[in-house]
Structure formats: structure tokens, C-alpha cells
């Protein structure tokens, strides 16, 4: 009795549980700490020179800013973009569920030729938005485009399945009930999707954040200004100081880590007040 | 815990692991045996890609004609400094043709690949053929640009690529430091000042020479365009020779993309004769007048004098007699802290 209780009702925990530590520490935690054990050839002072010089702060608040901005503007489109492939039947609908897919298939050095092309001064959309005065193409705006280009595919792959397990049953019961559409959504669609929603906030962040080949192209570079952190890392690596590079990126590393945490834990919170509301209430 | 099968998938797994590892060791076994082909890899810059096509051609049509053996060259192109890591940590190149000699001289600091004199080992400074730096303005010239000086007018806008980032751009902005430098009378004040107001009139710092290529010839970006002799003469080729023209400047930089063995690679390998006789080619008339083809200066006065036409005369200062050599100008200029770098910094604050 004793013993069964804690033999799992699943074979293979013991094996899967050892294969999946051996491939995330390969895969993931060896390079890591690998970038982290180079930092360490700086002393504390190097290491605090190189990561709060001013450049250093502006690159770091321009590529957690743009990358923030990108990931909500996806949020809310990627949301309505899902909400429509879910919800309605048109014509060329296959053809718009595969267009999702394509900056992930793109090389992103394509990607940020492409977007540099279509918003500078003379590409198709460069040129009016220039007439009417806004200059995208070199700037953190276009810096923005390129980060929501490529992280798109991130919040309507997963808010999709789970809208897809919604049975229209549970709004037309809320609406029989007497819940007003505004009510069935923001009470009854938007807890449900809510956790899958900031899933693909986070991949769409954590992506953009670290990007670089496609946001060098339409950044312009310019210190101070339009200076992408990891544009940092590669000129420290350009001139082969690999400790400086390890440090820029090693603090990158650790404000994602932390972030990536805060919404993993939001989400589990939000997860279970959903799930514990029909007992409660 | 674990049941038997579960066990015997572990050892599998293990077991296809371990056998994984000998048989990527065995790829490096030392010494090519007679009448087996050699393969050589060179490991070079970005606009290079087309010259050693040519010449990697040429030279294994001659080698197989001498020695009976078959002669393969791989090449490998990316941004110079880039290479020069992927060199120093593991990639397994006999000969480096680079942008500069900052990142061959790595290769002995940072890789104890090749001995530190490395460069006084061929001719002219281990550079078979040179470059220099021009300016490519649109049709007609509109601007009037004629020399350095031209750069700093208000209202002129400069396309020049991120030196911190591109090794070619290093030579852009040397260019126009010892133009500076050279007309104050060597005041090296003067030529700060006088780049701090070049650098006004740059809007855009492209990550590498082609990206700023670009940036100038398809975004229609900028009235100049700083860039090597070899790539402006790509660009007002056949595309773009209604479109663009060269302005050759009064003073500019002597550049010298040198080449070098990789000592350690060639000597683990077996394949230093080769190699070694692959750089020998590249000073070879043959080579050098396929230099020239590619819009590379050549070296050899007689293949020299055959394409003067096609060169103008400039006056030219090597980084050697003004900056005291590559070491000196990346610590000086171009690393943290350097003259790059207080262009943009205090400004912001």
C-alpha cells in the first residue's frame, strides 16, 4: 500500500526525468555557464565599467524597450489574428494560417533587408510615411517593426489551440444567462486564453530581445541612439575582448531569466484562479 | 526503479554517444598520402569571394599539372574579424586573407596559431595586393565633392560603415584621420576635430562595407559613399555606371588586406607545402594580374605598369608611417574608450 502510493501511475519518470536533465544541461545550461565562467575573468570593477557605461544603459534600455513594445503590439494582434482563424470560415484562410509561420521560416538577415527596404526613404512605404513627416527606416521605430515582424508567429501559435477548446457551448450558455457580449468576453474568453496569451507574450519578448539580424539592418547604429545591445556584443567581440561580450550578454541573460520567471509565475497564478473560480464562486 | 528495458535504452543511448566521439576525432589524421587529393581551406573576407574563385582555379589547374595530384581550395568568407574567431577557435583554415592585420595578428595573441612576425614572412608585408580609399558620389557629382574637406560642408550627407563593427570601415576613418593629420601639420588634435565633424555628417553606421554599399546605392542614402577602391569600382561597373561615379581624394590610405599560413592548421594537417605555394602564387604574375581584374592594385611593378590606366594616382600614406601599425590604431581609435567612441559618447551627455 505504502509503496504504491508513491509509484507514479505513469512508467518512466525516472528515465525521462534523466534524459530531459541530460539535454537541457547539454543543450542549454553547458554554453551557458560556459558565457558565465568567462565573465568571471573580469574583476568586479571591469565588469561594472563595461556593463553601466552609459552606451552600454542606452543599448539596454533601447532593446528591452523596443522589445517590450513589439511583444505587446503582438499581443493584442497575434490575440485577434488567432481569434479569427479560430472563429470564422473565409476564403484563403489556409493560405493567412500559413502567412502566420513565415518570419520563422525567413532568415532574419532577409527579414530586416526586406523591412529596411520597404520603410527607407525610398521604398513603398518609406516614401509617404517620410511625406507626412515620420522617418521609420534608422530609427527605434523601425527598430519596433522588425522585432514585431519576427515575433508574431509566438502569441497566435498559442493562443490558437486554446481557443480552439473553447466550445462555443460555454459563450452561448454565459449568453443565455444573461452576459452581455462585452461580459463574455472579458468573464468568460478572456480568463481561459489568458494563460496561453502570455505564453506567447513571453516567447514573443524573449525573442526580440536577443535579436540582432534582422534589427542591424533597419537600426541604423547609431550610438546612443540606435544601438541594439547585441550590436554591444558583437563590437566587443570585434575587437576580441570575449570577457566584455560575455558580461554584456551575461546581464541580458539574467534581466530575461528574471522576467521569463515573474511571467511564468503570473501565469500559473492566473492559471489557477481560473481553474479554482467554479469551486469558489 | 528503473525497469530492465529502460536500462538497456540507457546504455544504447550512452554507447551511441561514446562511439559519436572517436569517429569525429579520425576526421584530422595527419599527413596526405601521395596521389590522395589535398584540401585546402582559406578563410578570407566578404568582397573577396569572386578574386579567389579566379585564383583558387588557376593555381589547382597548375598544381595538378606539376604534382599529379588533385588540388581542392574551400573558401570561407564573412566579416574579417568574424573569421579571424571562427579561426582561432577551431576552424581549420591553412591560409587567412584578410581585412586587416589587427585580426591575423590575433590569431598569434589569442590562438598561438602562427609565430608574432608572421608578417614579415612574405613581401610587402605579407599584402600580395592593396586597396585604397575613395569616394563614390552620385551622377554628375552634384554636391561637388572633390576631397576630404568636401565631407564636413553642412548639408552633405556621408555613407561610411560602423568601424567598431567592420574592419574595412577601420580603414575608412584612418583614411580620413591621416588626411587630417598629414594637412595640420601632423596635429592629431586637428584630425580629432576635423572627424568629430565628419562623423556630423554620417546618419546612418551600416554593420558591415556592403550593408553601407547598399544603404548608399539601393536606399538612396547619403551623397558620398567612403569606400575601397575595389568595391566602388564594382559599383559604378556595368549596374551602376549611370548612376554613380568615383571621386579619388588627394591623400589617402594605403590598404593592405594581408595573408598569412596558419602554421599549427597546415603542420597537423600535412598540407603546408600547398599552402605555402598557393601564397607563393599570389605573387606570381598570373596572380596578380588576376588581382588586378578584381580591381585589386597589384603589387608587381610590371603587372603594376600594365594596369596604370586603370588606377589613378593618389597620394598615399601607409598606417605603419602614420599610426604606428594596426595594434597602435585599433588601441587608439577603435577599442573602448577610443577616438570612435568620444565622437558619440559626450555628446550625449
Redesign the interface.
Known amino acids: 500500500m505504502h509503496s504504491s502510493a508513491r509509484r507514479r501511475v505513469l512508467?518512466?519518470f525516472?528515465?525521462t526525468l534523466?534524459?530531459s536533465w541530460l539535454y537541457l544541461g547539454l543543450i542549454v545550461l553547458l554554453p551557458l555557464s560556459g558565457l558565465f565562467l568567462k565573465t568571471f575573468s573580469l574583476s568586479w570593477a571591469q565588469f561594472w565599467d563595461t556593463v553601466a557605461?552609459?552606451?552600454v544603459l542606452?543599448a539596454y534600455r533601447l532593446s528591452f524597450g523596443a522589445a517590450l513594445a513589439a511583444a505587446l503590439l503582438n499581443a493584442v494582434f497575434g490575440l485577434l489574428v488567432a481569434w479569427v482563424l479560430v472563429r470564422y470560415r473565409f476564403p484563403g484562410k489556409a493560405l493567412v494560417d500559413a502567412l502566420v509561420d513565415l518570419p520563422f521560416a525567413l532568415p532574419t538577415a532577409v527579414a530586416g533587408?526586406t523591412l529596411?527596404?520597404l520603410y527607407?526613404?525610398?521604398?513603398w512605404y518609406g516614401q509617404h510615411l517620410e511625406a507626412l513627416g515620420f522617418q521609420v527606416?534608422?530609427t527605434p521605430v523601425g527598430i519596433v517593426i522588425a522585432l514585431t515582424f519576427i515575433g508574431l508567429p509566438f502569441v497566435v501559435r498559442t493562443v490558437q489551440p486554446v481557443l480552439e477548446d473553447i466550445d462555443a457551448d460555454v459563450e452561448e450558455a454565459a449568453a443565455t444567462l444573461g452576459a452581455t457580449p462585452w461580459q463574455v468576453f472579458t468573464r468568460v474568453l478572456f480568463p481561459s486564453v489568458m494563460p496561453a496569451l502570455l505564453s506567447g507574450f513571453t516567447l514573443a519578448f524573449a525573442r526580440a530581445i536577443g535579436e540582432y539580424g534582422s534589427v542591424?539592418?533597419i537600426s541604423?547604429?547609431?550610438?546612443?541612439k540606435t544601438e541594439i545591445a547585441p550590436?554591444l556584443i558583437?563590437?566587443?567581440?570585434?575587437?576580441?575582448?570575449y570577457a566584455?561580450a560575455t558580461a554584456i550578454a551575461g546581464v541580458m541573460l539574467a534581466v530575461s531569466f528574471a522576467m521569463l520567471l515573474a511571467v511564468n509565475l503570473l501565469q500559473r497564478w492566473t492559471h489557477r484562479r481560473f481553474e479554482t473560480r467554479p469551486g469558489t464562486g | 526503479m528503473k525497469s530492465p528495458s529502460a536500462r538497456r535504452l540507457t546504455a544504447a543511448l550512452l554507447s551511441l554517444l561514446l562511439s559519436a566521439v572517436p569517429a569525429l576525432g579520425g576526421c584530422s589524421k595527419p599527413g596526405a598520402a601521395q596521389g590522395e587529393p589535398i584540401t585546402l581551406l582559406n578563410v578570407s573576407y566578404d568582397p573577396t569571394r569572386e578574386l579567389y574563385t579566379d585564383l583558387n582555379a588557376a593555381f589547382a589547374k597548375q598544381w595538378e599539372a606539376k604534382h599529379g595530384t588533385k588540388l581542392v581550395i574551400k573558401q570561407s568568407h564573412g566579416g574579417s574579424g568574424k573569421q579571424a574567431r571562427a579561426v582561432i577557435d577551431g576552424l581549420d583554415a591553412d591560409v587567412v586573407t584578410l581585412a586587416l592585420a589587427y585580426d591575423i595578428d590575433m590569431l598569434h595573441d589569442k590562438g598561438q596559431l602562427i609565430p608574432a612576425d608572421w608578417q614579415k614572412r612574405l613581401p610587402s608585408n605579407s599584402s600580395p595586393y592593396t586597396s585604397t580609399i575613395v569616394f563614390v558620389v552620385r551622377k554628375g557629382n552634384p554636391k561637388a565633392i572633390r576631397d576630404w574637406e568636401d565631407l564636413l560642408r553642412e548639408g552633405v550627407s556621408v555613407i561610411t560603415p560602423n568601424p567598431k563593427t567592420s574592419g574595412g570601415a577601420r580603414w575608412n576613418y584612418l583614411a580620413a584621420w591621416g588626411y587630417a593629420r598629414r594637412k595640420a601639420g601632423g596635429d592629431d588634435a586637428k584630425a580629432r576635430e576635423f572627424i568629430s565633424r565628419l562623423f556630423k555628417n554620417v546618419p546612418v553606421l551600416d554593420s558591415g562595407a556592403r550593408g553601407a554599399t547598399t544603404t548608399f546605392a539601393e536606399r538612396g542614402l547619403g551623397d558620398v559613399l567612403i569606400a575601397w577602391e575595389n568595391e566602388a569600382f564594382l559599383l559604378t561597373g556595368e549596374v551602376g555606371k549611370d548612376e554613380f561615379e568615383i571621386i579619388v581624394p588627394s591623400v589617402s590610405i594605403l590598404a593592405e588586406p594581408p595573408v598569412a599560413l596558419v602554421d599549427k592548421n597546415v603542420d597537423r594537417k600535412g598540407t603546408r607545402a600547398a599552402a605555402e605555394a598557393w601564397l607563393q602564387y599570389l605573387y606570381t604574375d598570373e596572380g596578380q594580374e588576376l588581382a588586378a581584374k578584381h580591381h585589386f592594385r597589384p603589387r608587381s611593378q610590371k603587372v603594376a605598369a600594365k594596369y596604370a590606366h586603370r588606377f589613378p594616382t593618389v597620394s598615399l600614406f601607409t598606417i605603419d608611417e602614420v599610426f604606428g601599425g594596426w595594434k597602435q590604431s585599433q588601441k587608439q581609435h577603435f577599442d573602448d574608450g577610443g577616438s570612435f567612441d568620444q565622437l558619440y559618447v559626450p555628446q550625449a551627455q
Do not use: C, H
Request: charged share 15%; net charge positive; aromatic share 8%.
Open positions: 512508467p518512466g525516472g528515465l534523466g534524459l557605461a552609459p552606451r542606452a533587408l529596411t527596404t527607407s526613404r525610398n521604398g527606416a534608422f542591424v539592418f541604423g547604429n547609431m550610438p546612443m550590436l558583437i563590437t566587443r567581440l570585434e575587437q576580441y575582448d566584455g
